[in-house]
């Protein structure tokens, strides 16, 4: 039997991205008004609660606060039985779908967090994002339940099948697609072949980067069993190394995909024209805001200190390996990396960069 390594190579995806690494000048502004949404609930460690920034006032508040709820959703459920899972995402399905509906004395405090997000969210974005959004993360919120069941069983998927079941578990979809938020896409442009190909190419660039950056993480957590990485090693009897490489490989092909796609859209007029330029210029600054913020901040190494030395040396310490064990339905305390660095409005900073 092999040794396990003592650490592993990281390549760098995202050496050749055309959309480069460019923060909103209204990344301060409205950090400190998302930021403030999350202290008053007293449910995050103020040590663990970082900045929160973000773009465009309305629409970059809503859609960080909403994106924040996903990450709180993954750390709470990650750390749930099937059966307590379930219990959250019904919570979050009936906050998300009633946000004007009071929560019940008692229930888990994402409850109140996702009807006030939802609430906002109502308010700001056109009917058609907004009815396209609540279906994707409505679809991404079941696949959640199904997930914990598979994680429970320790469920592992191939290759091919990895990219389809991470599509809706990552809840990335929906997220894309408030890409648009600032502007009304018809559905025959919002659901033609060419740009939903675009969408899932761009989908599937940020669960291989996030998979690559989040492998050390999730194994020594015990939950890497959906992991690209793992699936990739099981399927193929790589190592890790070689398994990195081959993610690697693939996310250059998806990244060809992705530019030729976006070279030979078909044209729809002038004026719509443009504005599918914009939402697809908001894909391709999603993946490079999601790459930058995933290895930028502790949430996956542990330290700024030692993101930073990975950026530079690109070599991976192989943290120790670790029974995963479920905690029922999972505290009412949010998971102290739930809003790790400057999260999902950083991301944003780079889909409104404007």
């Known amino acids: 039997m092999e040794a396990r390594p003592k650490m592993f190579y990281l390549p760098d995806t995202m050496a050749n991205w055309p959309w480069p690494r460019i923060i909103s000048p209204h990344y301060e502004a409205v950090k400190i008004e998302a930021e403030a949404w999350f202290r008053s609930f007293k449910a995050v460690d103020p040590d663990t609660l970082k900045e929160f920034n973000k773009c465009d006032p309305e629409h970059l508040q809503v859609t960080c606060e909403m994106m924040n709820m996903t990450v709180i959703i993954e750390d709470t459920t990650d750390k749930s039985t099937a059966a307590g899972a379930r ?11 009633n946000p004007h509906k009071i929560r019940p004395k008692g229930e888990h405090i994402i409850g109140e967090m996702m009807r006030q997000s939802s609430a906002r969210m109502v ?37 091919d099948d990895n990219f389809k079941y991470r599509r809706e578990t990552s809840g990335i979809l929906p997220w894309l697609g408030l890409c648009a938020v600032e502007i009304d ?5 919002f659901y033609h072949p060419a740009i939903v190909d675009m969408v899932e190419c761009a989908a599937d660039l940020i669960t291989v980067d996030n998979d690559m950056l989040s492998y050390n993480k ?21 190592d890790i190394g070689s398994a990195m490489g081959w993610a690697a490989a693939y996310h250059t092909k998806l990244e060809e995909r992705f530019t030729n796609g976006f070279a030979n859209i078909p044209s729809w007029g002038p004026s719509t024209d443009i504005l599918v330029k914009e939402y697809l210029n908001g894909l391709g600054n999603w993946v490079r805001g999601h790459y930058c913020w995933s290895i930028e901040i502790e949430r996956y190494f542990g330290t700024l200190a030692m993101a930073a030395e990975i950026q530079q040396t690109r070599l991976v310490p192989l ?12 505290s009412h305390q949010l998971p102290p990396q739930s809003v790790t660095g400057s999260l999902l409005s950083f991301i944003m900073s780079f889909v409104y960069n404007k």
Not at 87 to 97: F, N
Not at 185 to 189: C, F, I, K, M, S
Not at 223 to 229: C, P, Q, T, W
């Open 87 to 97: 219990g959250i995402v019904d919570i979050v399905l009936d906050a998300l779908h």
């Open 185 to 189: 896409l018809p559905d025959e442009v």
């Open 123 to 159: 308010q700001t974005m056109s009917m058609s994002c907004y009815s396209r959004f609540v279906g994707g993360l409505t679809t991404y919120l079941r696949a959640v339940a199904v997930e914990a069941v598979d994680r429970e069983q320790r469920r592992c998927v191939s290759i």
């Open 218 to 238: 999730e194994q020594a957590s015990g939950i890497d069993h959906n992991s690209l990485i793992t699936a990739v090693m099981l399927e193929l009897g790589l």
């Open 319 to 330: 943290s120790p390996s670790v029974q995963w064990k479920a905690t029922g339905e999972g």
